[in-house]
């Protein structure tokens, strides 16, 4: 559904309010729904709710507030006080009698009393809320992405709710929304009870401690010091010892060893660091090797603005480098304090990994070497053999490492598949939108298999000589010939909008959570 199909009308009698909140709790009770929810689904359980019920139809996106509410209800109660965040609207002043400033971040209020505003600063301040009365949803979206609040209790008009709610819902945020009774740009009212009912809910039962992304983070980076580093693998003073620290310590994302803090914490109740290290250290040994190898079959010069390792110290060096990496990933694993059958999961997991990528790599170098150009079928097989691979290396062995049940290890294999295969189409896009690092389009890709399938005849021609003589100008003229990138979006799209299907249906909430903030990171644009 729409936003503008929506009537955004809140019912002005309080009774009606009171039980539509009342009954859509009880609803909720009784069929217990896990966050997040899409907006779709929102809107689904609202005219659901409105046939059981017979409420007034124009109420709907009242009643989706009032269901997002109750489904994040049981997340957001156990979160401290000072991890949320409650945002205020301007409109909520009196604007005759007003006396506050304002600055960059919003309304600095002067508790002057002449409006409601000061009233709900002052409780929350006194509870230890982050506290923002502004208009729009800038600051806020800004504040969600830092990661400074686990939480949000929103008050806005149901437009603004809206627009909330695609901010919180992309990074999984917690949120409570209380829409305003009357909506403009000034003067507005509202249920100052039910305000101060949701500053103030808190419980103590916590079914679903979060995962806080970003400690994570910092937990991942925290290893990549000189000290853990040598540490970990052991190193001395050894001319190869000294390539292995620099390429460990060298930038990076760190994404494949966050994925396995993820799913180690998701899972297990008593994680140990020790294994944690192992673990992160290990998945990020094999994708250095991957990338030093890659990079050598590939013929690339640079990596990230910077030379690669062949290029810097020779073929036979990074090849060296690249089998030491691969053989200190193994030895990392088999270091981890865990129970023998758990061992031996991450081992098939790690050497199936290690297998299915090399089998990819040279799927793709034969590919081009013969100058064939692959069906979209064919590019994602390469692509799941060796991006989703990898995602699917870290969150299997973090996770079987933490215990996880049969259940969620299917769902993980399937979510790997299906963000490995949108992360590689959004790595071939931008090879073309953002590249920084030379040759632009290299077959195979997802932008040559949608070039063949939208050429006719002589264009597959002209297709096929470009790549043959590494002809760009061709090429590029190919790629704004065709509708290349509107294709390529609508199928990220298509594969995350699965990815996010195979989520909904874990049952590990925190996870779940954990891994949408993650997918709504990286695909921002797509959200």
Known sequence: MAENDL?????????????????TRFYFSLNKTFPP???NRLAMLADELIALNGWDQTYKAFIMVCSGNEIWRPVVGPIPFERRMLLLPQCLRNSKMCKAQEDALGLLCCDCGNCSISGFLQEADKLGYLTIVTEGTTIATRLVESGKVDAIIGIGCLEVLQKIFYSVNRYSVPAIGVPLLTCGCMDTTADTEWINEEIHYFTSV??????????????TASLFTLQQVNDLLELKDSLSDNIIREILLSDGKRIRPLLVAIAYEAFCKEPDTGVFKHLAMSVECFHKASLIHDDIEDGDELRYGKETLHKKYGIP??????DLLIGEGYRLISKCDLEPQALK????????GHRLMSIGQGNELITRRNGKILSLKETFDIFEAKTAAAFRVSLLTGAVAGNADVKSLELLDQFSSLTGIAYQLKDDLEDITE???????????????VIAEE??????????QALKNSDMVKLMELIRTFPVEERINSMIGEFLQKADDCLGKLQNIPLKLALHEVVGKTFKQFF
């Open 317 to 322: 060096v990074a090849i060296n480098t690249g």
């Open 345 to 352: 999961k991450c081992l098939t997991i790690i050497s199936c």
């Open 37 to 39: 929810v899409s907006y």
């Open 7 to 23: 009537s955004l009308i809140v019912p002005t009698e309080r009774n009606v309010r009171e039980e539509i909140r009342t009954q």
């Open 435 to 449: 590249n920084t690092d030379g040759y632009p389009v290299r077959n195979p890709s997802a932008i040559i298999s």
């Open 206 to 219: 916590n079914h679903y401690p979060l995962l806080n992304i970003n400690r994570l983070k910092e937990k």
């Open 455 to 464: 050429a006719g005849r002589e264009e597959k021609i002209i297709l096929a």
